[in-house]
């Protein structure tokens, strides 16, 4: 009985894992205004940018761009389809012409908005935090204590361009088509891939509603 | 032969403790009742017994001889479990330096790429230094070339005429002076003139270079004070230049930013992997596919080395039965490898052995029974004489006074002498069959041997229409024989085809000799090492299921047949190291076919 049990457990790991995915989010405050018909919501990811990784700072110091993505999909508790999804792109440059930082704030279909800041601490904290960003229009969520939502936000860091890595070998025959081969053997054996330097992904608490008027 | 007093000869006591074995298998239990001619139970005509405590066991074979087997072998100390071992250790042992070796491999090979990363992270990093001088030289030679503008100007307020006039006439000079050289200057944006009391002049072009992140990069130099203006027109005039660059050479450096950044990653499958995991990954299918391959081999291995010691198995239970006096235990096909060919020498023995052993049954049997004919015929033959005077007296001294008496007389006394007479021809008959004597073997043409009996005996019956068909033998066929007795087999043979179609009509005897060609899979350009000597006849043919006791003594079909013709012909058969069969002939009856084997003077 206990070897089964066991194996019940192993064959309903995934399945466990995979509806509990949304709670392996870590939790992080976040601040939400309702302004006008925009709901604004105000986060930090310090984690992102982290002042102690050296090579974070070293491709900052030495002028390269680091790209910060944002997702940010709204959800009502309870449910599982998203309210609202926004994407916003941050870049973080020393500007050694003008020896300045800035940070460029882009999101679709909206002009980039850019600041200046002398100090490389600042600069990445305004990097790090989405401050008073739009997440949802007030008109399109319910109100009252019942219509709770929540926001989660996936961030990466420098996410990596296929493009720039160097191209599979391995297609067509002879050698090349065991080196395929060999590659896709090697391909099942790969635990982790990376879609960036950095991955941060949290879920917003405490959850908000909109105050019924 | 082997009886149930063969156990009182090895006192050891009975091992019935002992788990049933591979020789338990094989061994005496399997062995037929009927071979031992005793009908005692198996164990106790075997005699299988162990010492106590010596590990091995004597076994006592029919013929009363010992042998030893030895211990019952465990599983480890088996043949099979050895030698799947033996292939699985080299199997490890392949596989496992195989797999080490791909693992210096990938590992120097990671080295290299990682020392190459590595040198590529310097080269970028070198790169930073003459990114920072080019901005510094190019920030410095743009303040230079604004300070030499405001040089420019400043002669030029000197000189020119309109310079010298009211504030406005100076600030439009001023003015048509930065646009002049706006228009010279590839590069300017914007040249501004500060501290003219009509108010600061500019001219410029945003227009043309916009400050595009993707188009140019806009740095300005100054103020550059310019002296030399009559303070009642400019009170501390300077001049500021806005320059465009060109952002080629910073999309270029963000481009090396990023490569840089991709180094330390690659595409698997169309995933990102991290250079370290994928090192990883690596060495986990490396290990993977050499489980696989050394499961394979070991599959591979128990497999064959299951299917030879199977064979060893099968062949040493054979033995072991054969050992324990079962002769009819064969080795079955284990096919054409070293191990099939010994099983089938190992039955061609065993065929030859069985062969031997009824050639010797029989004779001993033949023997036996020229023994009692000698008796009998002894016995019978010394009272018939007297018997035939005392019948031929009393026919004599008949007085012939009562007719009826007198032929009363004569048909008893023909009756005893008829029989008498038959007695007389049995015992000749017994005489013959008891005095056959030794074969006496020479070398021997069995062409002379055919020759003569044609001579002697080529006319079978008196009547027209008997054949006997004596054809031609084939000269070089030497055997060792005894020629008058190999004669009489002849003679025996041919009777004996004559008297069971005699009855029936036309009798046709045909007596032929061939070589026996080599057999199958025997390189034919050997010559030929038995002839065949046949005698075909066109009789009624004998039964399959008599055809061998027809060889036995007293075994005939014909009233008047003693049955001893056919014997007298085998027994002198085996004497010359033949063999003697029946089978049915192309005449329409049956054919003796007797094979004898050829003189080699060379042979040992």
């Not at chain 2, 990102?272 to 050499?290: H, K, P």
């Not at chain 2, 009756?415 to 049995?426: F, P, Q, T, Y």
């Not at chain 2, 002839?531 to 036995?552: K, Q, S, T, Y």
Request: hydrophobic share 40%; proline share 7%.
């Amino acid at each position: 009985m206990r070897r089964r049990g066991f194996l019940g457990l192993l064959v309903a790991l995934p399945l466990l894992t995979g509806a509990g995915g949304l709670e392996l989010l870590r939790a992080r405050r976040a601040r939400f205004e309702e302004v006008g018909d925009s709901v604004l919501m105000t986060i930090a990811l310090p984690e992102l940018l982290l002042i102690r990784d050296q090579d974070a700072m070293a491709s900052i110091e030495s002028a390269f761009r680091t790209r910060l993505e944002y997702e940010i999909t709204l959800y009502r508790a309870g449910q599982a389809e998203p309210v609202d999804l926004r994407r916003v792109t941050v870049q973080i440059q020393w500007d050694p012409w003008k020896e300045r930082y800035f940070v460029e704030t882009k999101e679709p279909d909206r002009s980039a908005i850019r600041r200046y800041f002398v100090g490389r601490d600042e600069a990445i904290l305004a990097a790090v935090t989405l401050d008073r960003l739009r997440v949802a229009r007030a008109s399109a969520l319910d109100r009252g204590p019942k219509a709770v939502y929540f926001a989660t936000v996936v961030a990466q860091r420098n996410p990596i361009e296929k493009g720039l890595l160097s191209p599979e070998d391995g297609e067509g025959r002879g050698q090349g088509r065991d080196l395929s081969v060999f590659s896709r053997w090697v391909g099942i054996f790969i635990r982790a891939t990376q879609v960036a330097e950095k991955t941060v992904a949290v879920k917003t608490t405490p959850a908000f509603y909109l105050v019924p008027r | 032969m082997t009886g149930p007093g063969d156990d009182r000869d090895e006192p050891v006591p009975e091992d019935r403790s002992d788990p049933p074995g591979p020789e338990d298998k094989f061994g005496p239990a399997s062995v037929p009742e009927d071979m031992s001619g005793s009908g005692a139970p198996r164990r106790a005509s075997t005699g299988e017994a162990a010492p106590a405590g010596a590990g091995t066991r004597i076994r006592l074979t029919r013929a009363g001889l010992r042998i030893l087997v030895g211990p019952r072998v465990p599983w480890w100390g088996r043949l099979e479990s050895r030698v799947i071992t033996a292939l699985a250790a080299l199997g490890i042992l392949c596989v496992g330096a195989s797999a080490y070796l791909v693992t210096l491999t990938v590992t120097y090979f990671d080295s290299i790429v990682v020392a190459a990363a590595r040198k590529s992270d310097d080269a970028v990093a070198a790169a930073r230094p003459l990114y920072d001088g080019f901005v510094r030289a190019s920030k410095l030679a743009y303040r230079a070339r604004t300070a030499a503008l405001a040089r420019e100007l400043e002669l030029g307020l000197l000189r020119a005429p309109e310079a010298s006039g009211g504030p406005e006439e100076l600030a439009d000079w001023t003015l048509a002076a930065l646009r002049a050289v706006l228009e010279r200057e590839g590069d300017v944006v914007e040249l501004r003139l500060d501290g003219l009391v009509a108010g600061p002049r500019l001219a410029e072009r945003r227009q043309l270079f916009p400050e595009d992140p993707l188009q140019w990069i806009w740095f300005t130099a100054g103020p550059e004070p310019l002296n030399g203006a009559p303070g009642a027109i400019a009170e501390g005039l300077t001049l500021t230049a806005t320059f465009a660059q060109s952002t080629d050479l910073d999309r270029r450096y963000q481009a090396l930013g990023a490569a840089k950044r991709e180094l330390d990653y690659v595409a698997v499958n169309g995933s990102v992997v991290d250079r370290g995991e994928l090192e990883g990954a690596v060495f986990r299918a490396i290990g993977a596919a050499s489980a696989l391959v050394l499961m394979v081999a070991f599959i591979a291995g128990f497999l064959l080395a299951r299917a030879t010691t199977r064979k060893l198995t099968t062949l040493s239970g054979v033995i072991l039965r054969v050992a324990g006096g079962d002769l009819r235990a064969r080795v079955p096909d284990l096919g054409q490898d070293e191990l099939g060919q010994l099983g089938a020498a190992f039955n061609g023995m065993l065929d030859e052995l069985d062969s031997a052993q009824r050639k010797l049954s029989y004779l001993q049997r033949v023997g036996a029974w020229q023994e009692m004919a000698r008796r009998i015929a002894h016995e019978i033959k010394n009272p018939l004489t007297p018997i035939q005077l005392a019948v031929q007296q009393l026919r004599e001294k008949d007085p012939g006074l009562d007719p009826v008496f007198t032929r009363l007389l004569r048909t008893s006394v023909e009756i005893v002498e008829d029989e008498i007479e038959a007695l007389r021809r049995m015992v000749t008959s017994f005489s013959r069959f008891a005095k056959v004597p030794e074969a006496q073997l020479v070398p021997v043409e069995i062409a002379r041997v055919v020759g003569e009996f044609d001579r002697a005996y080529g006319h079978l019956t008196e009547r027209e229409t008997d054949v006997l068909e004596v054809t031609p033998v084939p000269p070089g066929l030497t055997i060792l024989g005894d020629r008058q007795l190999l004669k009489q087999c002849l003679v025996n043979l041919v009777e004996n085809a004559v008297l069971s179609q005699r009855e029936r009509g036309p009798v046709h005897v045909r007596v032929s000799v061939r070589p026996i060609p080599p057999e199958p899979g025997v390189d034919p350009g050997l010559p030929p090492t038995a002839l065949e000597l046949r005698v075909d006849d066109n009789g009624p043919g004998i039964a399959p299921e008599r055809r061998e006791r027809v060889f036995e003594p007293y075994e005939s079909t014909r009233k008047e047949g003693t049955g001893l013709g056919l014997a007298i012909v085998k027994k002198v058969v085996l004497d010359h190291g033949g063999e003697v069969r029946v089978e049915d002939s192309d005449l329409g009856g049956a054919a003796v076919v007797v094979r004898l084997p050829l003189y080699a003077p060379d042979a040992t």
